[in-house]
């Protein structure tokens, strides 16, 4: 590699980082003259400079239940289960409660194998010695001077399975400790195994798609990272435990431990709901819409871009609480309402029954039962006639036939729709008159502006710039295909550049600046990676984004030794190609050919289709006079060349 395809891969790593994944694609810089007059218009007219001291985070209003509070202790759902089992039961056979879980082989679909034509690979789905296992081969048969070599790209047992099976079933496994996603997903509309979702390509991430404690915020109860890598994760709760929604319990146990089961003692004059609540847990029947709607929000709202809050993690939440006070989501300004599948309430909020009335997401489902297959049009059905009459449906009664013999409101206000993932298709939460065909989600060319979905009003005005800036990176990352790609990263930089330089130095910023610094050439690309790395609050994330930009810096300044020791950290956090093949591009600065061709290795063990590693291993073997080995690799480059053809640089 050259110095210049060093520099491109450490800026795709970076910014991978920032992105919570991996980028998997060469960096399209930007142009800083790409502004617009929508950009000056929403960037400009900031407040003077302000102190670091000064600047704290808002902070959190009060809450109707004591158990809200960040003091308060999670008990698991085992102790929830003592009192509550009904409820518990009930709930386990919901999406909610069987959505993470370790692998039982038994219980799951049947082995199967299948071709995935697009990027020339067989998937197999088989079990050996009591465990259910994925495995990647090459379809291509072996030519004959390759016929003692199949070539096996992958093969590993599986460890958990998520998804309720009611529309998929994806898997992960383990690999060298840190947590990986399988390609391989069951479809049970289809009834049958095909690519995960993201992967259906001609070059897709194979067994190499890492999975972070992010990834599973919305799938598991409780995780937890461990050490300073957020790939190797300790799993102390699978499926969304009961206090994800009703909150810490320690209060509520110790309370009914104590004897005392009354409720609280409320003045006289208060609303019987009030005096009759018990303020130990949070019931999401007394709280009002907005707090109600956050707890179901955590995960069921998702749009452009979300940007946690500063002070705050992921996890921070608690119910009883506005959401908003603990991250901020966006929408591009304009974008049509296709179903993603966590955007449902966004597109509650769009609808006229939710603006006219008191609707909202547990009107319609209970978090603790599904209704029976046989009863579900009917308990629908009732729910919508509750403000409806039958006589206010202004379609014919044949055509109301032929669309619904159950005459369910459903089927034409809230229709299937295709999500972002193929294969699988929800409800539309707008409830309205809809097209019979539903328009695409527009991503469009031009760059359009990012507009927060809800109120963050609580937040101070340097703050709003900030979530602004990294929600335009974030944005810009996940589209960066798209031409406008780079004029919302030039938004990022703009915004958080002038944060930083309001005393606004907080480490999920200097992350971004790293990232953006690298990528642009700005001299301040030292500064950035130094103030995270010499921070002990930052989050591992930023730690490797300081990591990688500390490891371009040194590199840039001809120090390719202290390069080396620090991507030699890097690797030992995650599992990603790229990291590698820095670590070996540095060790050969060095003149350490042995090293770096063992970190070449082990790069091509993670991305067995990446042409230039192989090439190099080829041209170094012949020059080791190891023929056998080099021969090994021409002969899975030629093979390997005609299913993945070299990625477009």
Not at 132 to 143: A, D, N, T
Not at 306 to 311: A, C, L, S
Not at 338 to 357: A, E, F, I, N, P
Not at 550 to 571: I, K, W
């Amino acid at each position: 590699m050259n110095n210049r395809r060093t520099h491109r891969l450490v800026v795709s790593l970076i910014i991978g980082v920032v992105i919570a994944g991996v980028a998997s694609c060469w960096i399209v810089f930007f142009n800083p003259a790409e502004e617009t007059t929508d950009q000056r218009r929403q960037v400009d007219t900031p407040e003077s400079h302000v102190s670091a001291a000064a600047i704290t985070t808002p902070s959190l209003p009060e809450s109707p239940y004591l158990n809200a509070r960040h003091d308060v202790d999670y008990v698991g759902s085992s102790r929830c289960v003592e009192c509550h089992p009904a409820a518990a039961e009930t709930y386990r056979q919901t999406g909610m409660g069987r959505s993470f879980a370790v692998l039982a082989p038994g219980e799951e679909p049947g082995d199967a194998i299948f071709d995935h034509p697009e990027s020339g690979r067989r998937y197999q789905v088989y079990r050996h010695d009591g465990e259910l296992r994925h495995r990647e081969v090459v379809i291509e048969e072996p030519s004959e001077d390759t016929k003692d070599d199949p070539v096996v790209l992958a093969d590993h047992a599986i460890g958990w399975v998520i998804g309720s099976g009611r529309h998929s079933r994806s898997y992960l496994l383990e690999i060298d400790g840190f947590l990986v996603q399988s390609p391989i997903t069951w479809y049970s509309k289809r009834q049958a195994w095909g690519m995960s979702p993201g992967y259906d390509a001609p070059r897709h991430h194979g067994f190499s798609r890492p999975v972070d404690k992010g990834c599973l915020f919305c799938h598991a109860g409780q995780v937890e990272a461990i050490g300073e890598s957020t790939q190797r994760i300790q799993v102390h709760e699978s499926w969304i435990s009961c206090e994800r929604c009703h909150g810490p319990g320690s209060l509520h146990v110790n309370r009914h431990l104590s004897g005392k089961t009354k409720p609280s003692d409320a003045a006289p004059g208060q609303p019987l709901d009030i005096r009759d609540r018990d303020e130990t847990i949070v019931n999401q029947k007394h709280l009002d819409r907005d707090l109600s709607e956050s707890i179901c929000a955590q995960c069921h709202l998702r749009s452009a871009a979300t940007v946690i809050g500063r002070g705050w993690q992921r996890e921070s939440f608690r119910p009883g609480l506005p959401l908003s006070s603990f991250r901020a989501d966006y929408r591009l300004d304009g974008s049509h309402d296709q179903m993603t599948v966590v955007g449902h309430v966004d597109q509650l909020r769009q609808s006229r029954c939710w603006q006219k009335s008191q609707l909202t997401c547990t009107s319609c489902h209970n978090p603790h039962a599904f209704p029976d297959e046989a009863n579900r049009d009917a308990y629908y059905r009732a729910i919508c006639l509750d403000c409806h009459s039958d006589g206010d449906c202004s379609v014919d009664t044949l055509t109301r036939q032929r669309k619904s013999p159950q005459n369910n409101c459903v089927t034409c206000h809230m229709p299937a729709s295709e999500t972002e993932i193929p294969h699988l298709a929800f409800t539309h939460h707008r409830i309205g008159v809809h097209d019979d065909e539903l328009p695409p989600k527009r991503i469009a060319d031009s760059p359009g502006l990012l507009v927060a979905i809800t109120d963050l009003s609580n937040w101070s005005e340097i703050d709003r710039r900030r979530m602004l800036g990294l929600a335009n990176l974030e944005f810009s990352e996940s589209n960066s295909g798209r031409q406008s790609a780079g004029i919302h990263r030039q938004r990022a930089f703009t915004l958080l550049s002038e944060v930083w330089d309001r005393g606004l130095q907080d480490s999920e910023t200097a992350s971004a600046l790293t990232a953006l610094s690298a990528s642009t050439g700005d001299k301040r690309l030292r500064l950035f990676a130094n103030s995270i790395l010499e921070n002990p609050d930052s989050s591992p994330d930023a730690q490797l984004n300081g990591l990688l930009g500390r490891a371009l810096d040194f590199s840039n300044a001809g120090e390719p030794g202290a390069a080396a020791r620090t991507m030699e950290e890097v690797v030992k956090r995650r599992r990603v190609a790229g990291d590698w093949m820095l670590l070996a591009e540095f060790q050969l600065q060095e003149g350490k050919q042995p090293e770096g061709a063992r970190s070449m290795e082990r790069a091509l063990s993670i991305d067995a289709l990446n042409s230039d590693i192989r090439i190099w291993l080829i041209d170094y073997y012949q020059r080791q006079n190891a023929t056998e080995r080099a021969e090994w690799h021409r002969r899975r480059l030629s093979l390997l060349e005609k299913i993945a053809p070299p990625k477009v640089r």
